[in-house]
C-alpha cells in the first residue's frame, strides 16, 4: 500500500493513480464536466471549427480548454455530391520513452459515399493498462457536398453536485425534468439503446397522440415512467407491463 495524498519527501504521485481517483468518483465512462463553456462546438467555417472552453474526462483521464479562450480544429473539404461523417477526438498519448503524456484534438476523415455515411474507426485504449493512445470522440462532423450540415456533440455533461442536490435525483419528477432539459434533440435520444442502470431508451411514435418520441426509464419502486418530448412539449405518465395508460401530464 503507498500514500498517495500525503507527503513522503519526494515526488510520488503518478499520472495512473489521479486517473484512478478520478475514476472512483467521476466514473470510467467519458463526458463532459461542468466547466466554462462545457466544449460547445461552433462551426466557423467549413474548414474551423471553434471548440469553446470547458473540461472533458476520459477514462480517468482530464484535459482541457482554458477558460476564456478556444480550441481551434481545421475541417477537411468536402466532395461534391457526396457524403460524410467525419470524427473529431481528443487523442491521448503517451511516450514510450520519456513517459511524457499529452492530449490533442484529431480529426479522424471518414468516407466518401453517395448515402448512408457511417463514423470513421478510432483506436479505444486502456490508460490503466498502458496503452500509449486512446482516442476519445467528442463531435461528429456530418459534410452533405461540401458543406457540413451538423456538428454533433457526443458527450453528455456531467451535473456537478450542487446541481444533482438541487435537482434530487431521488425524485422522480425532478429526474424526469432532467432527461427533458439534457435532451436537447430527440435524434439524440433516439441514439441511446439499452442503458444498465436507472433507465433505458427506446423509440415509439405517436406518444402521445401529439407524436414525436417515448423515452422509457426503469424507476426504482414499482411502475416505471415513461416520458414522451413531442412538437407540443413534454409529457409523462406511469406504466406497468400489460396495462395500457392513456393519461398522460404535461411537465
Avoid at 46 to 58: Q, T, V, W
Avoid at 164 to 170: A, D, E, T, Y
Avoid at 171 to 189: G, H, Q, T
Wanted: with cysteine.
Amino acid at each position: 500500500m503507498e500514500i498517495v495524498s500525503g507527503r513522503t519527501g519526494k515526488p510520488h504521485v503518478t499520472s495512473q493513480q489521479f486517473r484512478q481517483l478520478i475514476e472512483g468518483t467521476v466514473g470510467q465512462e467519458s463526458c463532459i464536466l461542468t466547466s466554462g463553456e462545457n466544449l460547445e462546438p461552433e462551426l466557423a467555417s467549413n474548414n474551423s471549427l471553434k471548440i469553446r472552453s470547458g473540461m472533458l474526462a476520459h477514462h480517468g483521464n482530464i484535459s482541457s480548454v482554458k477558460i476564456g479562450t478556444y480550441d481551434a480544429v481545421n475541417l477537411s473539404n468536402g466532395s461534391q455530391g457526396m457524403k460524410r461523417i467525419d470524427l473529431v477526438v481528443c487523442r491521448y498519448t503517451r511516450n514510450a520513452e520519456t513517459e511524457v503524456e499529452s492530449c490533442n484534438w484529431v480529426v479522424i476523415m471518414g468516407t466518401p459515399v453517395s448515402s448512408n455515411p457511417v463514423a470513421p474507426t478510432y483506436t479505444v485504449g486502456n490508460l490503466q493498462e498502458g496503452d500509449l493512445v486512446d482516442d476519445c470522440p467528442v463531435f461528429e462532423v456530418h459534410y452533405d457536398g461540401i458543406n457540413v450540415t451538423e456538428v454533433k456533440k457526443m458527450l453528455s455533461v456531467l451535473p456537478n453536485v450542487a446541481e444533482l442536490n438541487s435537482n434530487k435525483i431521488g425524485n422522480k419528477d425532478n429526474l424526469i425534468s432532467m432527461l427533458v432539459a439534457n435532451a436537447k434533440k430527440v435524434e439524440d435520444c433516439l441514439t441511446q439503446t439499452t442503458e444498465s442502470g436507472v433507465y433505458r431508451w427506446y423509440s415509439a411514435k405517436n406518444q402521445p397522440s401529439t407524436g414525436g418520441y417515448m423515452i422509457v426509464f426503469k424507476y426504482h419502486g414499482g411502475a416505471s415512467m415513461r416520458l414522451a418530448l413531442t412538437d407540443s412539449g413534454a409529457y409523462y405518465s406511469t406504466y406497468k407491463a400489460g396495462v395500457t395508460y392513456g393519461s398522460w401530464e404535461k411537465l
